[in-house]
């Protein structure tokens, strides 16, 4: 059974069920042209709050090989999508003005989308110079994510489109991850399911 926690700013509450660290295992399968990749990789995603309307979001993932090769690593932010207003703070350093906008379950609840949901916003970043804004859904324990752009550096590689799916069952995180990359359209790409730790 997963316990939520207490005392959390209104908007993180649709997605307060992710709240915590968790660690498990998922496999890489992945086909570049007549080449298919697979691996199996062990994983560790914490998702956090400050008191800010947002979760802080990092994964660190390693090879299930003999060395534990570290494979890749994330960092980034998740939060309802709304408009900005004044009581929200920035850009940059600038404070919000009282009262915070959207801090009651009321007021939350007037974000509700059409199917019963709430829409968001998920900002990644790689550090191979990849960052990605998603945008999708929350409703209940599924969140349905795609990207609405990425940026890649210069030096990054060739990487244009994702879809994400996390859904909360039977006391696991399970996730799947369809990539568009070196040069292939959108396919199957990883998937993995995580046990919670604290």
């Known amino acids: 059974m997963i316990e939520l926690p207490t005392g959390l700013p209104a908007e993180i509450v649709p997605l307060s069920w992710l709240i915590g660290v968790w660690e498990g295992t998922g496999v890489i399968d992945y086909t570049i ?7 199996e990789f062990g994983q560790r995603v914490s998702f956090s709050q400050d008191g800010l309307p947002y979760l802080n979001y990092s994964s660190y993932a390693w090879l299930l090989d003999d060395k534990l090769t570290p494979l890749v690593t994330e960092m980034g932010y998740w939060r309802l999508s709304r408009p900005s207003v004044e009581g929200d703070p920035g850009p940059g350093m600038l404070p919000g003005a009282d009262p915070r906008p959207y801090a009651s379950t009321e007021a939350v609840e007037t974000l509700r989308n ?10 990644l970043l790689h550090p191979g110079g990849v960052d990605e804004l998603y945008i999708g859904q929350v409703k209940a324990a599924r969140i349905d994510l795609a990207t609405d752009a990425v940026m890649r550096s210069h030096s990054a ?7 994400r799916i996390y859904g909360l069952v039977g006391g696991h995180l399970l996730w799947a991850w369809d990539i568009a990359a070196l040069g292939q359209d959108l396919r199957t790409h990883a998937s ?3 046990a919670k730790t604290d």
């Open 33 to 39: 042209g007549d080449e298919k990749v697979s691996h």
């Open 114 to 123: 059409a199917d019963d949901g709430f829409d968001i916003e998920v900002s």
């Open 157 to 163: 590689k060739e990487y244009s489109a994702a879809t």
């Open 192 to 194: 993995a399911r995580l």
